[in-house]
């Protein structure tokens, strides 16, 4: 590890010095009742806290920030505390997804344009994950991530249940009669019981678990729960190990590598994540200067079965899976699957920082030779947490979660029953006279980047009323926009190119069959070549009603789901160059 002086940080163009410019920096942090020697001549650390009192998920992290300061002063360091836009799911719209980028490109700016050696990097939402390390590796000083961490598990009839998925589930229950107004309006009160992530295998665990796989984050790190004392111990370590980093030049581009992200990507299928990784993990990479493209991630789900027996593809939650032993018991799981040598911020390897780090309950993280759900003859795929269709609906790729799809399903064949509009569908969806059976294929098109725009988690469609009430708790739906990570059904998701931009899902016609192969990734219309080029004749691109501000800047910039929905201007590693001080 590289050893640096005082005088080799940052931080230093900016406090150090005999000039006016110097002084007059030091000035201003002395404005602030600082003693001059409180901040000079040490690493100044930044933490970038996504906290919000709108962003239930973060809403412990103002509390966090403070035992991360402790850590930094402790370390030699000194803090300061930067606020940063809260990605919080649910409340946010239209959509978080429009503003992961926001966030990357904030974050990454508030690295460059303050006088910071190092930083610790507080999130766990969804796409304030991704969003924290897009930035950050983009900027390339040493950072370390500090999970927000899962909620606290609830109990409902004997079962535990938790965000999102059960939200799902019990909604349905409700349409039909089966829970009463008294039971749903207590649900409501109760099973999101304590500030944290969603407690399901969602996209916040998810994410903040291939961070981890990657090497950002202490071992174990992501599976703390949110309000457990070990979490405030976790944030204390963040703040100090971030001190270490900056004396070693450990930044990003010293730890990525193309096996580090296979790393997470292993993590991923293992715990049967979310296929919203599958939009972010090539995001990630680009930062990186990798190309990552959805045929990697379908190569490694074919190896690596779904292990982690935790909602929605299995029946526990994250607190169980921490008491299990957490992602370094899993990832000894697939040891064999993993590149062992990968650096970490720990300044050890990945092999080093989960050696002996064993499973505690083999019913929560199962063996690769006893995976959460076994292949079959009849549907070898089921027990993968994803797989990559294309077809003449989806040319440049779509995806599907089998894992938390209906065996069934996974070889389909139905009429087409095609929404333009996220509000068309809710406006017909429960028609009583709606022309659907269990075997319609219901799509929903203009749910892309481009179209939304934001591509929103639009894509597990709703049972129509009239079916749930015949029994029928699952149908294949196929769009182009996402899905929560805490849902399930036999989705097919981030069809592209979307048809908003002219993508084959925009000529598609109520009454087409449709037919749906996990065993051959496939997904096709059956409709002739000649009868496409004569509905691509007439076709045109929505009208977009956004003329200026940042969305308008988003549908400019944004590109496809399977490139990763980065800002064309922003992917790549090319350097920037540091600020010039006046």
């Known amino acids: 590890m ?3 002086t005082i005088e080799e940080l940052r931080s230093q163009r ?32 930044g933490i ?34 930067l606020p940063a836009m809260s990605l919080g799911e649910v409340l946010v719209k239209p959509t978080t997804m429009i503003y992961r980028n926001f966030l990357a490109m904030e974050t990454e700016e508030l690295l460059r344009s303050l006088p910071l050696d190092g930083a610790v990097l507080m999130g766990g939402c969804d796409k304030t994950t991704p969003g924290l390390m897009m930035g ?46 008294t039971e749903w309006t207590t649900l409501e009160a109760k099973m999101t019981r304590a500030p944290g992530t969603c407690n399901t295998m969602g996209t916040a ?34 703040g100090k190990r971030a001190v270490e980093m900056v004396w070693e030049d450990l930044k990003p581009s010293r730890i990525l590598t193309r096996n580090s992200f296979l790393n997470g990507i292993a993590a991923y299928m293992g715990l049967g994540g979310s296929t919203n990784a599958s939009v972010h993990l090539p995001a ?112 440049d790729g779509a995806v599907i979660k089998p894992s938390a799809a209906s065996a069934r399903l996974l070889r389909h064949s139905g009429k087409a029953l095609v929404f333009d509009s996220n509000e068309d569908m809710l406006a017909a969806i429960n028609d009583p006279d709606l022309d659907a059976d269990e075997n319609t294929v219901l799509v929903l098109r203009n749910g892309g980047p481009v179209g939304a725009p934001g591509m929103p988690e639009w894509g597990n469609l709703p049972i129509p009323n009239k079916l749930l009430k015949q029994g029928v708790r699952d149908m294949l739906r196929i769009s182009d926009s996402r899905m929560s990570g805490t849902h399930y059904g036999t989705c097919v998701l981030h069809v592209a190119p979307e048809s908003a931009v002219g993508g084959p899902l925009a000529l598609l016609r109520t009454g087409d069959v449709v037919t749906l192969d996990i065993a051959t990734r496939r997904l096709d219309m059956q409709v002739s ?10 076709w045109s691109a929505p009208i977009q009603p956004f003329t200026r501000g940042y969305t308008r800047i988003y549908q400019q910039q944004v590109t496809q789901a399977n490139e990763g929905c980065d800002f064309r201007d922003l992917a790549g590693n090319a350097p920037t160059a540091e600020p010039v001080i006046y």
Not at 66 to 74: F, S, T, Y
Not at 210 to 238: K, N, Q, Y
Not at 529 to 538: H, I, K, N
């Open 205 to 238: 665990s998810t994410m903040t678990s291939i961070v981890e796989a990657m090497g950002f984050t202490f071992p174990g790190a992501a599976s703390i729960p949110a309000m457990d004392a070990g979490h405030t111990r976790l944030s204390w370590a963040c």
């Open 136 to 181: 950050a590796i983009s900027m390339d000083i040493p950072v370390i991530f500090l999970p927000a961490g899962p909620m606290l598990n609830d109990r409902y009839k004997g079962q535990s249940i938790g965000a999102g998925t059960h939200t799902k589930k019990y909604w349905e229950e409700y349409v039909v009669g089966n829970i009463d107004q």
């Open 529 to 538: 070549e000649q009868e496409l080029a004569q509905r691509r004749a007439v």
């Open 14 to 45: 900016w406090f150090a010095g005999d000039g006016t410019r110097g002084f007059a920096h030091r000035q201003r942090m002395q404005q602030q009742g600082l003693v001059r020697e409180e901040f000079m001549g040490r690493p100044v650390i």
């Open 48 to 81: 970038i806290n996504t906290w919000s009192e709108l962003s239930p998920c973060h809403a412990h992290l103002r509390e966090r920030a403070a035992a991360v300061k402790r850590g930094i002063l402790q370390a030699g360091g000194y803090p300061f505390e």
């Open 2 to 4: 590289a050893n640096k």
């Open 284 to 395: 990630m990479a680009g930062r990186a200067g990798i190309t990552l493209t959805l045929d990697d991630l379908d190569e490694v789900a074919r190896r690596v079965p779904v292990l982690a027996n935790i909602f929605p593809s299995g029946n526990r939650l994250m607190e169980d899976f921490y008491y299990a032993g957490g992602l370094p018991a899993l990832l000894n799981k697939i040891r064999d699957q993993l590149d062992l040598g990968a650096m970490t911020v720990t300044g050890k390897t990945l092999g080093e920082n989960i050696e002996g780090r064993l499973c505690s309950d083999d019913d929560v993280i199962r063996s690769p030779a006893a995976p959460l759900i076994a292949a079959t003859e009849d549907c070898p795929q089921a027990g993968m947490a994803l797989a990559v269709v294309r077809g003449n609906l989806c040319p």
